[in-house]
């Protein structure tokens, strides 16, 4: 069946990325797969492309992924892209298509899950314990939405807590955080009709923020939420900041969305520190997904 990839006007533009989009249709003009190529741009990441995309089932092994893969990667080449990230869980038809195609694993990523519908009073009074245990020079401060003002700049700053994240072999670069991405990441949450919750840390000495932890909520309060990154700055390591943090994420969340069913969380295999702080707070292991590249 000949396959017929269209380029489609993408809206979807920020202050740290553009991003280009495809169809594909059979002769019939049916829809049977799309993809999408991320564009960052902002400083350290010029290099990079993140590329997701997707066929239906039915209408997979008649070539459709692969001329969405050529367009897309043709189309970063031309833009000067050094590599093209993308991810897939182990073991499926993605997986085995970007293992085929010429991507190699750079990364593998352990999904793990709260299930907060399930929670004994043993769990979840040790949650609230950790929540509630004061760190000397230090106190939790937290808020919804947009970051107030007067923390935008130390907020802003505390972003390079994640530069030395594990990141396997992934060429991801380094993200640069300012008050504008800042604001635009909480106004993409805002716009789709997510909400989110922002936990950090501050230091009493200064009054900066020494961590962070973010978590994301379906709209209406159901399903699952997501944690986004939990990340405590280096020279504030070792004291227990990053657990105190997220356990304080999940007691808000179980407060103000009391029908919320989980919470869940993915963290690299390599990411001993922040995968021990999961299972401390009672995460279990659902899946594994893999990040692959594509060297240009």
């Not at 997979?60 to 367009?71: H, S, W």
């Not at 106190?139 to 919804?144: A, D, I």
């Not at 992934?170 to 106004?187: F, H, I, K, P, S």
Request: aromatic content about 6%; charged content about 30%; some cysteine.
């Amino acid at each position: 069946m000949p396959i017929h990839v269209t380029a489609l006007t993408d809206p979807d533009r920020t202050p740290s990325s553009r991003r280009l989009a495809w169809l594909a249709c059979g002769d019939d003009g049916d829809p049977v797969g799309y993809a999408f190529l991320r564009l960052f741009t902002k400083e350290g990441q010029e290099h990079l492309a993140e590329l997701t995309l997707h066929v239906h089932p039915a209408e997979r092994r008649r070539g459709a992924g692969t001329r969405l893969l050529d367009t897309a990667v043709a189309a970063a080449r031309e833009d000067g892209r050094r590599s093209v990230v993308a991810q897939a869980d182990a073991e499926t038809p993605g997986d085995h298509f970007l293992a085929a195609s010429g991507f190699r694993v750079v990364l593998g990523l352990t999904y793990a899950r709260l299930a907060l519908d399930e929670l004994d009073t043993g769990r979840s009074d040790e949650i609230d314990a950790i929540a509630g245990r004061p760190r000397p020079g230090y106190r939790l401060v937290s808020w919804r939405g947009t970051v107030p003002d007067e923390l935008a700049r130390t907020f802003a700053a505390s972003r390079r807590a994640l530069d030395d994240m594990p990141m396997g072999d992934t060429d991801y670069g380094v993200v640069v955080w300012d008050v504008e991405r800042v604001l635009a990441a909480a106004r993409a949450v805002a716009d789709r009709g997510d909400l989110l919750t922002t936990v950090v840390a501050v230091d009493e000495a200064d009054g900066s923020i020494a961590g962070f932890s973010e978590l994301v909520v379906p709209g209406d309060g159901k399903g699952d939420g997501l944690h986004y990154g939990t990340g405590v700055l280096p020279e504030h390591r070792g004291h227990g900041l990053a657990r105190w943090m997220k356990a304080e994420s999940i007691r808000l969340a179980r407060t103000r969305h009391p029908e919320l069913a989980g919470l869940v969380t993915d963290t690299a295999d390599d990411n001993a520190r922040m995968r021990r702080v999961n299972d401390a707070l009672g995460y279990v292991p659902t899946h594994k997904a893999l990040e692959y590249q594509l060297d240009l």
